[in-house]
């Protein structure tokens, strides 16, 4: 199911969408983005800004107040100067009438409230530059109430909650879908860079959606060491978690964990293991009869590549190519426990011819080379036990890839790609299954 991000309005995005086989939509999600939700950096901001908006309002009330008693009074004073100036001049006009005390006591009166007339006038400013900035707040706090009313007009809690219950509607939609046949491949999207130009890394497709533990294997043989991270954030961070010393060396980086286990090829034979991380111990092993190990019939890069292990919505395959099917891919489905093939498919493709190759709901699809230019060539159906030539490029970004392998539940290709960890987005064409389908 492919992921595309687009902006019809800024803040929200298309979760996921399905078309039926006239190309109309059938099950579309479009949510807000997290960032929007109670808990983002973006919408505090805002509450913090109007909380800080709202607390000015309320001190320049208390300043204003203050301000207007203190120009009232001053006011007075004003008046109070005005008529003591008037006296003043009454007194100078017949002070010869009057005692040399008394005058002087009137003079120094005056003098003293002389400093008060540039405080009255600066009163008289400070009252017009609060009224005006009384005036912007206003103006200020209206704005920030619309821009809060138009990308809050829930509640935000009650939003997150939605997005969930959509969220929870999507992958019950998503269960409704039945197998899908690979249309595009976009990307990839770096994940990290480290270890050897050949190698591999996976998560279990089988595992619960709050279990996302990657695995990691550096280097293609001579190897029998698999780190354990808990998450792709531990991953990027190489928090590693566990390790696990393998009782036999890896051959190849065509390695699956499906189901709690790892599926790999035994170093300098056809023997599939199977190797249990919870009890840390083989559960089984079987030949792959007929199969070319050891760089007999490798993909195109080598590496002892010869047998190659996935799994898909289906269940567990092996990829191989045998002398009696004259080097061609033969693929065989195999019992998970017992590791026995239950049925094989002999196809007509070369196997040193193939860059990689992935299963996706029980088809083969083959990579044309592993360097630039590549791009998914043929596809082999066990359903139909047919085959067809396609044209489906993908973005080769770091020009060596060493291992491709599709994740059902991720619906996503894990990559090795010359020391770098990459993802590629899949779309597949769904047919909606109904209650009257058998």
């Known amino acids: 199911m492919e992921l595309t991000q687009i902006s019809p309005k800024e803040g929200w ?11 109309r939509c059938i099950c579309t999600v479009v ?19 109007l909380e800080k908006v709202q607390n000015m309002s309320q001190s320049i009330e208390v300043l204003n107040l203050r301000t207007q008693r203190d120009f009232q009074y001053v006011l007075k004073m004003e008046t109070q100067m005005k008529g003591l100036k008037a006296k003043f001049r009454q007194i ?14 009137l003079k120094e009166k005056m003098d003293e409230l002389l400093p008060l007339i540039p405080v009255l006038e600066q009163y008289k ?25 138009e990308i809050g007009a829930y509640d935000y809690e009650e939003l997150h909650q939605r997005v969930l219950s959509l969220e929870t509607r999507l992958r019950d939609c998503m269960k409704k879908l039945t197998c899908g046949k690979l249309m595009k491949i976009t990307g990839p999207i770096t994940i990290k860079t480290s270890g050897t130009r050949f190698g591999a890394w ?23 060491i698999v780190r354990e991270y808990k998450s792709i ?32 090829n035994k170093y300098q034979s056809n023997i599939i293991i199977k190797y249990s991380f919870d009890m840390g111990r083989v559960l089984a092993q079987r030949s792959l009869e007929y199969a070319g190990f ?8 080598g590496g002892f590549s010869d047998i190659d292990l996935m799994a898909d919505e289906i269940g567990l395959w092996a990829v191989y190519a045998t002398n009696q099917n004259a080097g061609n891919i033969v693929i065989s489905q195999l019992n998970q426990d017992t590791l026995e093939v239950m049925k094989s498919w002999s196809t007509g493709y070369p196997k040193r011819s193939a860059g990689e190759s992935f299963m996706i709901c029980g088809t083969l699809y083959v990579t044309n080379s592993h360097l630039t230019g590549a791009k998914v060539y043929y596809s082999y159906s066990t359903k139909t036990s047919t085959y067809e030539y396609t044209d489906i490029p993908f973005h080769n970004q770091y020009f060596h890839i060493s291992m491709l392998d599709y994740n059902a539940r991720d619906r996503a290709l894990y990559a090795w790609n010359n020391g770098h ?10 047919i909606i299954k109904t209650e009257d389908d058998t």
Not at 13 to 23: E, N
Not at 243 to 252: E, I, M, V
Not at 422 to 427: I, K, P, Y
Request: hydrophobic share 30%; glycine share 4%; aromatic share 12%.
């Open 13 to 23: 995005q298309v979760y996921s969408s399905a078309q039926d086989p006239d190309g």
């Open 31 to 49: 949510a807000p983005e997290q960032n929007l939700c109670s808990r983002d950096a973006k919408s505090r901001q805002l509450r913090q800004l």
């Open 92 to 105: 100078e006009d017949d002070r010869k009438t009057l005692m040399t005390k008394h005058f002087q006591e």
């Open 125 to 149: 400013t400070d009252a017009k530059l609060i009224t005006q900035f009384k005036e912007e707040i206003r103006n200020l706090s209206a704005v920030l109430t619309g821009i809060q009313e």
């Open 202 to 224: 996976m998560t279990d497709p089988l595992a619960s959606e709050k279990n996302n533990r990657v695995w990691y294997m550096d280097s293609y043989t001579n190897n029998k």
């Open 233 to 264: 954030a531990d991953f990027v961070s190489g928090a590693e978690s566990r390790t696990y010393n393998l009782p036999f060396k890896w051959a190849g980086t065509n390695h699956v964990v499906y189901n709690g286990s790892l599926y790999f």
């Open 294 to 301: 050891h760089n007999v019939y490798p993909y195109t890069w």
């Open 421 to 430: 960890q990459v993802l590629f987005n899949v779309t597949l064409f769904h």
